[in-house]
């Protein structure tokens, strides 16, 4: 898969969740050093958040260490890059081993993941800060009547 050509991420996955597709790559200089991981999520418009292992939020550690913690090839995951993005999305190819995971993500490829996020989630990798009380409070002051 040539990475120029993601055109979908983040693909809707139910009404309030999406999948987002996450290519890893480690610097050639610095292989040994696995902390030098950078992550580039696909998070749409043509546009693309790049991440260093300290940076990443909690959500996406915890589900690329789960996600890790199952060998490659009980993803089914492709032996090399010759696939198209669609071909990442189709959950039950990857997940038919592990069920569970639908939810979570799974492993496309060496380098490939799909990380299933929730819309929250996706507003925070892309460093929107949505404020839930901002809301609350409005409809507060909307439903509240002075004595």
């Given at each position: 898969?040539?990475?120029?050509?993601?055109?979908?991420?983040?693909?809707?996955?139910?009404?309030?969740?999406?999948?987002?597709?996450l290519e890893t790559e480690v610097?050639?200089?610095?292989?040994?050093?696995?902390?030098?991981?950078?992550?580039?999520?696909?998070?749409?418009?043509?546009?693309?958040?790049?991440?260093?292992?300290?940076?990443?939020?909690?959500?996406?550690?915890?589900?690329?260490?789960?996600?890790n913690s199952i060998s490659k090839?009980?993803?089914?995951?492709?032996?090399?890059?010759?696939?198209?993005?669609?071909?990442?999305?189709?959950?039950?190819?990857?997940?038919?081993?592990?069920?569970?995971?639908?939810?979570?993500?799974?492993?496309?490829?060496?380098?490939?993941?799909?990380?299933?996020?929730?819309?929250?989630?996706?507003?925070?990798?892309?460093?929107i800060s949505i404020d839930t009380?901002?809301?609350?409070?409005?409809?507060?002051?909307?439903?509240?009547?002075?004595?």
């Open positions: 898969m040539r990475v120029g050509e993601i055109l979908y991420s983040p693909k809707q996955f139910s009404e309030h969740h999406h999948m987002v597709l610097p050639v200089s610095k292989r040994e050093n696995s902390a030098s991981l950078s992550y580039k999520f696909y998070t749409g418009n043509n546009t693309k958040r790049i991440l260093q292992a300290e940076t990443l939020p909690s959500f996406i550690k915890s589900k690329l260490a789960m996600i090839k009980d993803w089914n995951a492709f032996e090399d890059e010759f696939f198209v993005e669609l071909d990442c999305y189709v959950g039950k190819k990857f997940t038919s081993e592990n069920p569970e995971f639908e939810h979570i993500g799974w492993c496309v490829s060496d380098s490939i993941y799909v990380i299933v996020m929730s819309e929250h989630e996706l507003f925070e990798l892309k460093g009380r901002e809301k609350s409070q409005a409809e507060s002051k909307k439903n509240f009547k002075g004595t």
